[in-house]
């Protein structure tokens, strides 16, 4: 039988990109994400390959995220994988400089967001004793580099709670992974830095970065292992790429 697994953060880079490959490798998919333009043509898209349903919400809405994940229609309400992948930086500022508006943004989307679409869905998994939830850290929530403190502090709470995921689901048999990618070519820049696309692109230059297709290949790796392998803890860099700072560029 197919596996359903719901993305965050679906209508750009890395969700995209996992939604892509997953709907050709016979997953149906649940797309999320707040631009309703966007799902829609990845949901035209991808409906080629696969059962696709989109669903349009803030994960900083509590009561939104709740009620359209629990009012999935039937063919689409046993959720196999969660991928917890939406997210962002907002600035890139000493921390006495830092936007609160900023901070409130990293803090509620990265890490509220999360909380809250995986408390929405955990309960179906621990019923079914079964279910893979991978949460998208960050090489961020791995080391801290100047300016990336609130990030930083976003992606850390990410790994705590992956790993305090992994601890309490346990019992219930249920797989919990965190995959922490380096530098990846997405419109991750164009956000941290407020729509100036050209910061955004010096931040690539000059080195080949990851895709957005290479972590989705990752991700499709460490789902489509048999059960009884969890993938725990991926941290994935380009080559160019020794750590937040340290990167090769001509
Ligand atoms: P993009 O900006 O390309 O994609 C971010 C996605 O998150 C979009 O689909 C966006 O959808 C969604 N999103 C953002 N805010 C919200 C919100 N409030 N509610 C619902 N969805 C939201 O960035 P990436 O693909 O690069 O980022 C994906 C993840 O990977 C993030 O968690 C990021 O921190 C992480 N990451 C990125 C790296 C990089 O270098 N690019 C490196 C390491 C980790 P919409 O706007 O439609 O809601
Ligand atoms: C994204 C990685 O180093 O660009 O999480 O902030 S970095």
């Keep these: 039988m197919k596996k359903t697994v719901l993305i965050t953060g679906a209508t750009s880079g890395i969700g995209k990109a996992t939604a892509q490959i997953m709907a050709k490798n016979n997953y149906k998919i649940i797309l999320c994400g707040r631009r309703t333009d966007r799902l ?3 949901e035209t898209e991808l409906s080629a390959f696969t059962e696709v349903h989109s669903l349009s919400f803030d994960v900083r809405d509590k009561k939104a995220t709740f009620e359209r994940i629990n009012s999935l229609p039937e063919a689409f309400s046993v959720i196999d994988v969660l991928i917890n992948n939406a997210g962002n930086a907002h600035g890139l500022d000493p921390i006495q400089n830092g936007d ?3 901070w409130d943004a990293m803090i509620d989307i990265n890490v509220k967001g999360l909380l809250y679409v995986s408390k929405a869905v955990m309960p179906q998994m621990i019923e079914r004793k079964s279910g893979h939830i991978i949460n998208i850290g960050s090489t961020a929530a791995k080391e801290v580099y100047p300016n990336g403190n609130v990030y930083c502090a976003s992606k850390h709470a990410v790994d705590a709670i992956t790993n305090g995921m992994r601890i309490d689901l346990n019992p219930y048999g249920i797989r919990v992974g965190g995959i922490h990618p380096g530098m990846v070519a997405t419109e991750f820049s164009e956000v941290r830095f407020k729509g100036d696309t050209e910061r ?3 931040v690539y ?3 080949d970065p990851l895709q957005a297709e290479d972590i989705a290949d990752i991700i499709h790796f460490v789902v ?3 059960y009884h392998v969890n993938i725990a803890d ?3 860099m ?13």
């Design 200 to 202: 955004a692109s010096n």
């Design 100 to 102: 609160v508006e900023d």
């Design 40 to 42: 829609a043509e990845l």
């Design 238 to 250: 380009s080559t160019a790429q020794a750590s937040s700072t340290i990167v090769k560029r001509s």
């Design 224 to 226: 489509s292992r048999p």
């Design 205 to 207: 230059k000059g080195f």
């Design 234 to 236: 991926l941290v994935v």
